[in-house]
């Protein structure tokens, strides 16, 4: 008994310190943004305050200047996980933050050119970027070096219900400085003797087990202040959709299997062909110059079409530039083409790492094939193996295909359909025009990432890991730096 209430005390003290470290940063971000929103005064008041156009300004009105920058900064930060100091990697909360400072300054310049009526000297919003940069370099390393100086990762165990569920723990050993299973239990050694385990452990991972199982130790859980993570199943992301509803003293959860209402498709569909229709501005000009060059390199046709599969099943022609040889399809050839793979031309190797390859889908969008945000249509044949496979693959059909998705934002190369599907359904279940425009933003943010190749080295490890766990039930499979060894339990 005190054992247990020794165990207790030290989850209060942990969630305590979970709180204190919430707290920080808290403040840290909003340190941040009043450094950066500062600096954006100090460089107004210096080079656009002396013109005549910005007199007015004297006053208080500077403050709302400085005020309006502020948010700007906030909301972007927000929708772009650029707070996230530690939970995400470095690299990837600074491109977060790069990326927004430069769209913030952007915004900026031409809210100046709009009070003053023309256009104002650029050079100083350059230099403001470039210090925004450096200081954004700053508070990241300085804010990440502070949440793991003080952050001690938790120990972990895994339940899981099937091998396959082993996955996720190569996955999280990847962040080692955050997350560290250092035991998983099958589901087999039943109820009564995993609890006893879990007591030993600051977090739990549930990972695809039953229904029952899964009840029971989410209480056992609950009831004993432990962390809880779970790997939702299906149905856990279409209940997260659900309409709340009291029915006199009885709570409902309303669920309609629609996909968007009437007016968030109209909503959605207005977003597409003005934001579709700006960047068609500069984007025919360098749909020209990518037409010109593959043309001009083997005189084949400029665009690549593709049957898709989006909204209700339809089939349409995905527009592409075509990056590989005429015919690279011919006799069944269709697997998907690698970094160094023959069949792709010089001007496809470019437009390829550049993105340029799909700027066609632009015309897409505004046919109304398409949207800008949705799951990633896929190829007539990829649906029907991935039908059979996983009954629930056709309810990601209940919105059309989009350009970026939930999954390619979220996802890597290498996710697996299922957890594709799982991503697309948190997309259609979670939709709101602030999600769409938080996906597109971030979605500027994975453009600048090198795809992913890890699943390859993952799936040895993951056989290893089965391997491993199925040399005994009697045994626990823990982890240290090198791998996983097998402990007696």
Request: proline share 3%; charged share 25%.
């Amino acid at each position: 008994m005190k054992k247990h209430s020794d165990n207790l005390s030290g989850n209060s003290r942990m969630k305590l310190f979970d709180d204190i470290k919430h707290t920080m940063r808290k403040f840290e971000g909003l340190f941040e943004m009043f450094v950066l929103a500062y600096t954006y005064y100090l460089m107004w008041r210096t080079y656009y305050r002396p013109l005549e156009s910005f007199h007015k300004y004297y006053g208080s009105g500077k403050y709302i200047l400085a005020g309006v920058y502020a948010l700007l900064v906030f909301f972007l930060f927000l929708y772009c996980d650029s707070f996230k100091y530690g939970h995400l990697k470095l690299t990837d909360v600074l491109l977060s933050q790069w990326i927004s400072l430069a769209i913030v300054n952007f915004v900026t310049y031409f809210q100046l050119c709009l009070i003053a009526n023309h256009m104002v000297k650029v050079s100083p919003m350059l230099a403001l970027t470039v210090i925004d940069l450096m200081l954004a370099f700053v508070f990241t390393y300085l804010f990440t070096v502070l949440y793991h100086r003080f952050y001690v990762p938790r120990r972990m165990v895994m339940v899981y219900g099937t091998d396959n569920a082993l996955a996720l723990k190569v996955k999280m050993d990847t962040r080692r400085d955050k997350y560290r299973i250092t035991a998983s239990v099958p589901e087999t050694d039943g109820y009564e003797r995993i609890s006893r385990k879990l007591k030993k452990y600051d977090a739990v991972v549930l990972n695809d087990v039953s229904a029952q199982m899964r009840n029971d130790l989410l209480k056992y859980c609950y009831e004993n202040g432990l962390r809880l993570y779970i790997v939702p199943k299906i149905s856990d992301i279409i209940i997260k959709g659900a309409e709340e509803i009291t029915l006199f003293d009885t709570p409902l959860l309303l669920i309609k299997g629609k996909g968007l209402t009437p007016a968030q498709n109209l909503a959605k569909r207005t977003m597409d062909i003005v934001l579709c229709s700006i960047a068609m501005i500069p984007g025919i000009f360098v749909m020209i110059i990518v037409a010109l060059a593959i043309k001009l390199e083997d005189h084949g046709p400029v665009f690549y079409r593709q049957e898709r599969v989006t909204k209700d099943g339809r089939i349409f022609d995905i527009l592409k530039f075509r990056s590989m040889i005429v015919d690279a399809e011919k006799d069944g050839y269709s697997i998907p083409a690698t970094d160094h793979d023959p069949r792709i031309t010089k001007v496809g190797r470019v437009i390829r790492a550049t993105r340029l390859d799909e700027l066609p889908q632009i015309l897409n969008i505004l046919k109304g094939d398409m949207s800008i945000v949705g799951p990633r249509p896929e190829r007539v044949e990829h649906v029907e193996k991935y039908m059979r496979e996983i009954a629930e693959f056709g309810y990601r059909l209940k919105v059309k295909g989009g350009l970026t998705g939930y999954a390619q934002v979220y996802g890597k190369y290498n996710t697996s359909a299922y957890d594709k599907l799982r991503l697309d359904l948190m997309y259609i279940e979670k939709y709101s025009l602030l999600l769409d425009i938080k996906l597109i933003l971030m979605t500027v943010q994975t453009m600048f990432k090198k795809e992913s190749t890890e699943g390859f080295a993952e799936s040895i490890e993951i056989k290893n890991a089965r391997d491993e766990a199925a040399l005994g039930k009697e045994d626990s499979v823990t982890s240290d730096a090198s791998g996983w060894r097998r402990n007696e339990a």
